[in-house]
């Protein structure tokens, strides 16, 4: 069956063989417009990029399997256990507002190497946690580390590429980096089906040094002479006037909901799929696996119509898209609660897959707008922007835990909601 094929590892192969692929089709597009990414810097760059951009996928998506086997071995609940997602979310989130200002002081490489390095020695904690307050700090420590890489590699591509160029990069990094979190849920339920839990951490340290190996492979990108000096009440001024900035809001509140409904998926589907639906933890990341086939195919082709459309149509577009899917995935959800077996694993499985692909519409677009009016200090925006994410993130992880009932309804009406809050968000704020 094609099930147990990707279950025993050929799957993995063949997440990589697509990674190439995706790698491929990144270079190509590039090299048909001209004046992309890789023919300015190069495979090498694109893909240490993509590396750092993937650190959330990693640290996050490869334990997912995990999570029903955490709590059992450290005693705890299905909120229990989601705390340590919420600790994650919470750290990387915020972390992200320390990061931001010093890769505008002090260049983007050496704050990454600092964050990298943190995020060693949090993978070292998780691995050693004997109970869950443990791993719940370990994984803060290990996402305030992590928080650096992708708030400085939005900033990267900010450096070198105008608004509506920066969002076809995006959407081209996104492809490549598409294997992140296909691999990683797969690799983590492999990982779980010949040692524990713990092993899963290991292996995250082990991507952490692949990364850092890259970045110092590659040349700082920010200038000299473009790198500011703030001091601390210069840098609260900054927020303050991104925050009081309408579109600025408006692209991070639209971003922030879908990522919202993003993490709610994270933190409900483990216990939705391997507890209630009982699909075995090494198949879970097949399931995972297949929306992000589908948002890669959004990015692809928000990619070749970004430049075309512009950002702002393209990300309307994805945010009316989002809140219609989240709306009938919430009905199906209800249904499925109220009469058991009335939707069944595939009709979550639809709803799901279509609410996270048009995702694809929504990340690089709005990325890209949000950054654009604010070049001079784009590593403070970006900062802000995914600090905004992730304590939305935070917040939503939490009330999937506190509203779970044993079945797909909570997680569900959940993202329906969020997915309607950020069409509201862009209509409203972006015009």
């Keep these: 069956m094609a099930v147990e094929q990707v279950a025993s590892g050929s799957a993995i192969a063949g997440g990589a063989s697509m990674g190439v692929s995706a790698v491929a089709g990144a270079?190509?597009?590039?090299r048909r417009r001209g004046a992309g990414l890789l023919t300015q810097r190069g495979v090498g760059f694109v893909a240490m990029l993509a590396m750092l951009m993937s650190f959330g996928s990693m640290s996050v998506d490869m334990?997912?399997?995990?999570m029903p086997q955490i709590a059992r071995d450290l005693g705890v609940t299905q909120a229990g256990v989601e705390s340590s997602l919420t600790a994650f979310f919470l750290a990387f989130g915020l972390c992200q507002l320390f990061w931001g200002p010093m890769g505008d002081r002090f260049g983007r490489r050496g704050p990454i190497l600092v964050g990298i390095l943190l995020y060693l020695a949090g993978s070292a904690g998780c691995a050693a946690a004997q109970n869950i307050a443990t791993l719940s700090l370990c994984r803060a420590i290990q996402a305030a580390g992590a928080g650096a890489a992708p708030v400085l590699a939005r900033a990267m591509v900010r450096d070198v590429f105008d608004r509506d160029r920066a969002a076809s990069v995006f959407s081209m990094m996104m492809l490549v980096m598409g294997i992140a979190p296909m691999a990683a849920p797969l690799l983590g339920g492999q990982v779980l089906a010949y040692l524990d839990w713990r092993a899963i951490f290991w292996v995250q340290a082990g991507f952490g040094l692949v990364a850092m190996a890259g970045?110092?492979?590659?040349?700082?990108?920010?200038?000299?002479?473009l790198r500011a000096r703030p001091n601390g009440l210069a840098q609260?001024?900054?927020?303050g006037q991104l925050m009081i900035s309408g579109r600025f809001l408006g692209y991070a509140l639209t971003s922030a909901m879908i990522y919202g409904g993003m993490f709610a998926y994270i933190a409900g589907t483990p216990f939705v799929y391997i507890d209630y639906f009982h699909v075995p933890a090494r198949l879970y990341g097949l399931l995972f696996g297949l929306n992000i086939v589908g948002m890669i195919i959004v990015n692809m082709i928000n990619s070749r119509l970004v430049l075309r459309l512009g950002t702002d149509r393209l990300l309307a577009l994805g945010a009316a898209c989002i809140a219609?899917?989240?709306?009938?995935?919430a009905a199906v959800g209800w249904f499925e609660a109220s009469w058991s077996g009335a939707a069944g694993l595939w009709g979550i499985v639809a709803g799901l897959f279509l609410f996270m692909a048009f995702t694809g519409l929504i990340g690089a677009n709005a990325t890209a707008g949000a950054l654009a009016s604010y070049p001079h200090m784009a590593g403070t925006a970006s900062a802000l922007m995914g600090s905004t994410q992730f304590v939305t993130g935070a917040v939503v992880g939490t009330l999937v835990g506190?509203?779970?009932?044993?079945?797909?309804?909570?997680?569900?009406?959940?993202i329906g909601g969020v997915g309607v809050l950020g069409f509201i968000f862009n209509r409203l704020l972006i015009r």
């Design 27 to 30: 270079v190509d597009a590039g």
């Design 236 to 239: 609260l001024r900054s927020y």
């Design 324 to 329: 219609l899917f989240g709306i009938g995935l």
């Design 402 to 414: 506190w509203l779970a009932d044993g079945t797909p309804w909570p997680m569900a009406a959940i």
């Design 215 to 225: 970045l110092i492979s590659q040349p700082e990108t920010l200038n000299p002479a």
């Design 63 to 66: 334990y997912l399997p995990a």
